[in-house]
């Protein structure tokens, strides 16, 4: 999955996995940031198999570009 990641101009770094509505978090630093939305990432995917709906195609698990 593709991570979108910027730094704000106030100094916070956003990230966000387009293919997840809802997925875009904060974090103090560029690393902060990835890993919280890879765990969101991850939640959202495992909730929404639990109720049984569509996820994703997955050939990686997650992208960030250079």
Do not use: C, N
Request: glycine share 6%; no cysteine.
């Amino acid at each position: 999955m593709k991570i979108e990641i910027e730094i704000e101009d106030d100094g916070r770094w956003i990230a966000e996995v387009p293919d997840l509505p809802g997925v875009m978090v904060y974090g103090t630093t560029r690393q902060d940031a990835l890993s919280k939305a890879e765990a969101l990432a991850l939640r959202v995917i495992a909730d929404r198999l639990d109720h049984g709906e569509a996820i994703p195609e997955l050939d990686e698990l997650f992208a960030v570009p250079a």
